[in-house]
């Protein structure tokens, strides 16, 4: 439907006329828009009964408004409606989003490592993206992660995020498509054609201090016009190139404005964050092979095989240190929020139940076991037990059990028992 002669509205709810609307689209954030407007009478009752979340929406600027390019200011998807009855006339208000939203969703936390230091953060992104149907442009220098880097419960949004700021990048989110596609790193623009001196609604400058306590001036312009600019789109001013990282179109009353934020592109770098939730954090993996004093795995949240060696860290330490086998059930500990800090621990088959924290169990090949636990010390092999204790001693228990030496054997001690259920037997030779 037309709005007027310049906007006009495309969306399944059957609006009889939008009375106004607020679009925002800046980076590392999804793009939203709100709309009032007033519904059809006669379709009144159909509405009610349907729910239009998740549907999509779209906001037309005619080739009047935006001679370059003209096509879609905005498109969505609704993730909220509003409906009002009152003096004979249904109104709803729309809150929608870009298509970026869909690789937010809660449902959609994923656990994904990726464990080849050669492989770039852009190729990284493109892959994560792909699993959420996103498609991603490249716009940064394509650098390797030369670390590990773990999706651990994060939506891949988030992680596009994490993954972007390790280089000082940021995402933009596409809204002329109505698709999950994103831009890693600042779109590519064009020219305007603005007085940023003389069009300026308003300046900010204020201080950003870098390493060292260094500090220095950064300058934020804020523009009002009457055109239609995208994200990326740059201007001159007194020989510094600024460029669009936010900007809003508001319309009230059937007239639309469009403010924007420029900045230099340097000062649009963000500076990296983390997970914090690996600091601590072990994840349980297959050692799939070693090498000197480290071990490459296959880490049960995603089963991928990866380049990286994590060092070994028995925690028995330097008393009962041995490196485990192909194959063995290991876990590897995260130390702080950095992926690369890792190191495997804990040999075992699987964690027992009920598991006490200082309790430690170490796999050995053919059936056998030490487990180290508060007070007592065991060694197994099958069925048959060596346990050493504080309380009791040493006691030995199993099905089969024998002592043999080359020289002498001697018992002594106040009392020695000797029980058994058929006959005890002594020979000499």
């Known amino acids: 439907m037309e709005i007027n002669q310049e906007i006009s509205l495309e969306t399944e709810l059957p609006f009889q006329s939008v009375q106004d609307f607020t679009m925002n689209w800046e980076i590392n954030e999804h793009a939203w828009l709100e709309l009032n407007g007033i519904l059809r009478q ?14 999509e929406i779209a906001v037309f600027l005619a080739d009047s408004i935006e001679q370059s390019t003209g096509g879609a200011l905005f498109r969505g998807i609704i993730r909220d409606v509003k ?28 656990c994904r490592s990726f464990q080849n230091p050669s ?24 650098k ?44 590519s623009g064009k020219q305007i054609d603005v007085d940023l001196a003389g069009d300026s609604a308003w300046v900010h400058i204020h201080k950003r201090y870098g390493n060292g306590g260094k500090s220095r001036a950064v300058k934020t312009i804020g523009l009002e ?3 239609s600019y995208s994200l990326g789109d740059w201007a001159v001013s007194q020989g510094e190139t600024f460029v669009i990282h936010a900007a809003e179109a508001k319309m009230d009353r059937g007239d639309i404005t469009f403010s924007y934020q420029m900045s230099p592109q340097r000062d649009l770098v963000k500076k990296p964050y983390y997970n914090e939730a690996f600091t601590g954090l072990s994840l349980w993996c297959t050692v799939k092979e070693t090498k000197n004093e480290a071990v490459r795995v296959a880490f049960d949240i995603d089963n991928e095989e990866g380049e990286w060696f994590f060092p070994w860290r028995p925690e028995t330490g330097n008393a009962l240190y041995a490196m485990p086998e192909t194959g063995a059930r290991a876990a590897v500990c995260f130390a702080n929020h950095n992926e690369g800090s890792g190191f495997a621990v804990r040999c075992s088959g699987q964690p027992p139940e009920n598991q006490e924290p200082k309790d430690k169990s170490i ?23 060596m346990e050493l204790n504080d309380s009791s001693g040493i006691d030995f228990r199993g099905g089969r059990m024998g002592i043999e030496a080359v020289g002498k054997v001697k018992l002594q001690a106040a009392q020695i028992s000797l029980d058994a259920v058929t006959e005890i037997k002594a020979t000499t030779e």
């Not at 009152?86 to 969703?105: F, N, P, Q, T």
């Not at 492989?119 to 394509?142: F, P, R």
């Not at 796999?363 to 037990?385: M, S």
């Open 42 to 55: 006669d379709h009144w009752d159909k509405v009610c009964g349907r729910d239009y979340v998740g549907t």
């Open 83 to 110: 409906l009002l009855w009152g003096h004979g006339v249904g109104m709803a208000r729309i809150a929608a989003s870009s298509a970026s939203i869909k690789l937010d969703e809660e449902e959609q936390r994923l």
């Open 119 to 142: 492989l770039s953060y852009a190729d990284a992104a493109k892959l994560i993206a792909e699993t959420g149907g996103g498609k991603l442009i490249c716009t940064v220098e394509k």
């Open 144 to 187: 390797e992660i030369e670390r590990p880097f773990i999706c651990y419960r994060e939506t891949i949004w988030e992680f596009l995020k994490r993954l972007a700021s390790c280089q000082g990048a940021f995402l933009v989110p596409d809204i002329k498509t109505g698709r999950p596609n994103l831009w890693y790193g600042m779109r």
């Open 225 to 227: 016009r009457r055109a």
């Open 363 to 385: 796999v050995i090949p053919a059936d056998g076991k030490i487990e180290l636990f508060t007070g007592r010390l065991n060694f197994r092999k099958k069925d048959e037990i």
